[in-house]
């Protein structure tokens, strides 16, 4: 079963996370916005090896430190989808804005599609494409360990923000009620910032998808 542990990194503590094959110890780095040391010391202390970088979207929350990763580890650089070019693109223009340290330009070695499958180990994780926070946006499910990798789709108690440029909130529920509920309401899901619920407390308690 996949393991993983979340980091909170940058400012804006933004949940980075590993995850692993506990046979292989092959391990990926979801989302590493920041704060290299601290994820270089994770995957230390975990005795794991890292062996690529998963992007859920280009903000700079989410990917300000990943040319930099890849570059000094040699990593490969998976996802998002396509739609997130612009944002790559505008990273150092991101970082300037928010006061982020200079993000490396990267262009990413795989783009993702919905229904693509990722080999980590012995473990295999699916992707879904969910825009409407960015319109690159992925998420990374892993049905054996029922924990799904959401970025800034999904929150406990919100949804993601829609007013960045290429944001539509109607895209978003879609996306939430279309390809998220199906996993099941037993599935534990990660966001991008705050604590992790269950796709069924949300349903049942978040006021944005509340019933649907």
């Not at 699916?126 to 946006?137: I, K, L, Q």
Request: with cysteine; hydrophobic share 40%.
């Amino acid at each position: 079963m996949l393991q993983y542990e979340t980091i909170p990194v940058t400012a804006f503590a933004q949940n980075c996370s590993l995850v692993w094959c506990p046979v292989s110890r092959a391990a990926a780095v979801i989302d590493p916005g920041g704060d290299l040391d601290r994820i270089k010391s994770a995957v230390k202390r975990l005795d794991v090896r890292l062996e690529q970088i998963w992007l859920t979207h280009a903000h700079i929350d989410h990917a300000g430190g990943t040319g930099t990763l890849a570059r000094e580890l040699g990593l490969p650089i998976i996802g998002p989808h396509e739609g997130d070019l612009y944002w790559i693109d505008g990273l150092p223009q991101q970082s300037r804005m928010f006061g982020f340290p200079a993000a490396e330009a990267f262009m990413p070695t795989r783009w993702l599609h919905d229904g693509d499958v990722l080999d980590l180990g012995q473990e295999q994780v699916a992707v879904r494409h969910c825009p409407g926070h960015t319109p690159g946006h992925v998420v990374f499910h892993s049905a054996s360990a029922k924990r799904c990798f959401v970025g800034d789709v999904l929150f406990a108690g919100s949804i993601g923000r829609t007013d960045f440029p290429g944001g539509d909130h109607a895209t978003l529920i879609n996306s939430i009620t279309q390809r998220l509920w199906p996993m099941g309401n037993d599935t534990i899901f990660i966001p991008g910032h705050g604590p992790e619920s269950s796709f069924g407390e949300e349903r049942l308690g978040n006021p944005y998808v509340r019933g649907t």
